[in-house]
């Protein structure tokens, strides 16, 4: 019995045991179930939430004609105009190696996020924090660690805002900035951060309504503007060696180097020159770092002091030469002031050293592979000392709203005051439907967006209000250039043509808007070579909208099918009649495979 009894009792354990082991697996099974409907509700949601899916006229379908493979892993930061690898092809004098050589042959395949890849912190914690696996470089925190330009923290990078000038803090030295300019009363509104290390000066601005475009080439400070676009502050890659920057004349209210290693004394002040034509006339160049305040850093910086003092005087005549005016040099800081028209400038041109102005073949707004001249890019004629070449710009905010000069003096063909407000009207009209189909529009989620045919910068100007900052682009073959009008708006942006790869990095860009972008260029180069720049410029779950002619439409439509976007075509805002149509899309999340899975 005692046997019998032990063997049923050792039997019911055993049982217990396994029912109790049965019961653990179904638990763990259950809660594998749970977290997986958990997360396909969550990602599901999220798709959801983004587009209304059953927004009206879905009925526009297209077959996938291609699909395009995923690039492998180490094209995660590929950027094909600014390849590392090609640029060795070229000259290495005058930096012309680092500018744009783009591939003859465009990639045919989609690059890869880096494993890990999430979505970056909501503006405004991102301007202190982003994730390590986005931009997986270490190197700054360890070279820039004693002027605080990033830190890392475990899973995470943080920014403490200091620069090379500014090591205890942007914003201690914008207030410095601020004591000998004026940065609070809107007549300042839009800066270039030439040499822009992460971009801490242009994102401590912007809590100061000034809107800063910060460029640094790709260079040895390893993947600064990559770090400034995780951030969530406009940035693109860029460099002063031969080319004229991407900007129209008479653009920015202030251009800034903090010790931005520009050589701004040599090849006959070129670099300046090229500073003057895109400065707005009564515009400001401000500078710091070497040689500024040699006498007190000329042993920290292990310079001559003699060497210092030469290229100082040289920078000096430099700027005499461009007529600027040198309003102040306070310790550290030194500023220039770009005179407010050229009659002055062009009276004592004989007594004077002032560089021979440019001729009228000379279009001061084109710059788009334009060599850098030496000569000086005249501003519009005036009649009084008194008047602002080209007109006043209002301060901003108003600006914003103002008939932009160029467009009430009648420089841009075809747009007067009254299409200009039209279009303002439109774009607001335009913007409030968007936000009805996908509803994260004008959210934190979307911080970055580009604007691929922006024209007057109406879908950026509807966007005032939200947590965003567009990059107009006007394509160098749109039919009137407006992006002068753009900058006077107190609005930032670049030409691109659109053939070619944009100069910035994968994942830059939450929400790209391209506006009759694909009638524009159906006959100039293959559409699925656009779509695939737009699919390595946007980041996972990233939204697109493109509004176009139906019958593009749906070849666009074709071809997003192969590139894994949810996409949905709908009805233009005045009803089904209108040809045009609307294409909201949004890319999958996927990454590249994590380093063991590729070995596998
Ligand atoms: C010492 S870091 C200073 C960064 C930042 N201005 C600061 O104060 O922290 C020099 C910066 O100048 C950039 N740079 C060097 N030569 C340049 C050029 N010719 N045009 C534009 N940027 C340049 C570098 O890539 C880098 O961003």
Same mark, same amino acid.
Request: proline share 8%; hydrophobic share 35%; net charge positive.
């Given at each position: 019995m005692a046997n019998a009894d032990s063997s049923s009792s050792s039997r019911y354990r055993s049982v217990l045991n396994l029912r109790r082991k049965a019961h653990i697996y179904a638990l763990v099974v259950l809660l594998c179930i749970t977290s997986y409907l958990l997360a396909v509700f969550h990602r599901g949601s999220r798709l959801t939430?983004?587009?209304?899916?059953?927004?009206?006229?879905?009925?526009?379908?297209?077959?996938?004609?291609?699909?395009?493979?995923?690039?492998?892993?180490?094209?995660?930061?590929?950027?094909?105009?600014?390849?590392?690898? =090609?640029?060795?092809?070229?000259?290495?004098?005058?930096?012309?190696?680092?500018?744009?050589?783009?591939?003859?042959?465009?990639?045919?395949?989609?690059?890869?996020?880096?494993?890990?890849?999430?979505?970056?912190?909501?503006?405004?914690?991102?301007?202190?924090?982003?994730w390590f696996a986005n931009v997986p470089h270490r190197e700054l925190t360890v070279e820039k660690a004693v002027q605080n330009w990033i830190r890392s923290d475990g899973d995470r990078f943080v920014f403490p805002g200091g620069g090379t000038t500014f090591p205890n803090g942007a914003d201690a030295y914008i207030e410095d900035i601020g004591m000998l300019i004026n940065l609070k009363d809107g007549s300042i509104r839009t800066a270039l951060d030439t040499g822009c290390g992460v971009a801490s000066w242009g994102a401590y601005l912007l809590s100061r309504n000034i809107l800063t475009l910060s460029i640094a080439p790709r260079d040895t400070h390893e993947a600064q503007v990559q770090f400034?676009?995780?951030?969530?502050?406009?940035?693109?890659?860029?460099?002063?060696?031969?080319?004229?920057?991407?900007?129209?004349?008479?653009?920015?209210?202030?251009?800034?180097?903090?010790?931005?290693?520009?050589?701004?004394?040599?090849?006959?002040?070129?670099?300046?020159?090229?500073?003057?034509?895109?400065?707005?006339?009564?515009?400001?160049?401000?500078?710091?770092?070497p040689p500024i305040n040699w006498k007190k850093y000329w042993k920290g910086w292990q310079r001559k002091k003699e060497e210092l003092n030469e290229e100082q005087t040289k920078i000096e005549k430099?700027?005499?030469?461009?007529?600027w005016n040198k309003l102040v040099e306070k310790d550290d800081i030194a500023i220039w002031q770009k005179p407010k028209n050229h009659l002055d400038c062009k009276a004592n041109h004989k007594l004077t050293?002032? =560089?021979?102005?440019?001729?009228?073949?000379?279009?001061?707004?084109?710059?788009?592979?334009? /060599? !850098?001249?030496?000569?000086?890019?005249? %501003?519009?004629?005036?009649?009084?000392?008194?008047?602002?070449?080209?007109?006043?710009?209002?301060?901003?905010?108003?600006?914003?709203?103002?008939?932009?000069?160029?467009?009430?003096?009648?420089?841009?063909?075809?747009?007067?005051?009254?299409?200009?407000?039209? /279009?303002?009207?439109?774009?607001?009209?335009?913007?409030?439907?968007?936000?009805?189909?996908?509803?994260l529009l004008g959210t934190e989620r979307y911080r970055n967006l580009l604007d691929m045919n922006a024209y007057l910068?109406?879908?950026?100007?509807?966007?005032?209000?939200?947590? %965003?900052?567009? !990059?107009?682009?006007?394509?160098?073959?749109?039919?009137?250039?407006?992006?002068?009008?753009?900058?006077?708006?107190g609005l930032i942006g670049i030409y691109h043509d659109w053939c070619e790869a944009m100069s910035t990095y994968p994942r830059t860009y939450d929400l790209i808007h391209a506006d009759s972008v694909f009638s524009l260029y159906s006959n100039r180069c293959e559409l699925e070579d656009i779509l695939l720049e737009m699919d390595r410029i946007l980041r996972p779950e990233g939204c697109v909208?493109?509004?176009?002619?139906?019958?593009?439409?749906?070849?666009?439509?074709?071809? %997003?099918?192969?590139?894994?976007?949810?996409?949905?075509?709908?009805?233009?805002?005045?009803?089904?009649?209108?040809?045009?149509?609307?294409?909201?899309? !949004?890319?999958?999340?996927?990454?590249?495979?994590?380093?063991?899975?590729?070995?596998?």
């Open positions: 939430t983004a587009l209304s899916l059953s927004a009206p006229c879905n009925h526009f379908s297209a077959e996938s004609s291609k699909t395009f493979p995923r690039c492998s892993a180490n094209f995660s930061e590929y950027t094909p105009c600014h390849d590392p690898q =090609r640029s060795l092809r070229y000259k290495r004098s005058r930096k012309i190696y680092k500018e744009r050589h783009c591939p003859e042959e465009p990639l045919k395949c989609r690059v890869p996020a880096p494993h890990g890849y999430r979505n970056p912190f909501p503006w405004p914690a991102s301007r202190d924090r982003a400034a676009l995780e951030r969530g502050v406009p940035a693109f890659i860029g460099i002063l060696a031969t080319k004229r920057l991407p900007f129209p004349s008479r653009a920015f209210d202030i251009s800034h180097c903090s010790r931005c290693l520009i050589p701004w004394a040599e090849y006959d002040g070129i670099f300046l020159n090229e500073v003057d034509r895109f400065l707005r006339p009564g515009g400001y160049w401000i500078l710091s770092g430099v700027a005499k030469s461009l007529c050293q002032n =560089r021979s102005f440019c001729n009228a073949q000379n279009d001061p707004d084109k710059a788009w592979y334009t /060599n !850098m001249q030496t000569c000086l890019s005249p %501003v519009p004629v005036v009649s009084s000392k008194e008047e602002t070449a080209g007109g006043v710009v209002d301060n901003w905010p108003k600006r914003l709203k103002s008939i932009p000069p160029r467009i009430y003096k009648g420089t841009i063909e075809g747009v007067t005051a009254e299409t200009y407000s039209k /279009n303002y009207e439109l774009w607001k009209k335009r913007v409030s439907h968007y936000k009805t189909v996908n509803n910068g109406g879908f950026a100007a509807a966007l005032i209000e939200d947590p %965003v900052w567009v !990059m107009n682009v006007v394509p160098v073959q749109a039919k009137v250039n407006t992006l002068g009008a753009i900058y006077e708006r909208i493109i509004r176009d002619d139906a019958d593009i439409l749906v070849k666009v439509k074709s071809i %997003v099918n192969g590139l894994e976007w949810d996409s949905i075509i709908v009805d233009h805002e005045d009803g089904p009649l209108q040809r045009e149509k609307l294409l909201f899309a !949004m890319k999958k999340y996927w990454t590249a495979p994590a380093a063991s899975e590729k070995t596998n």
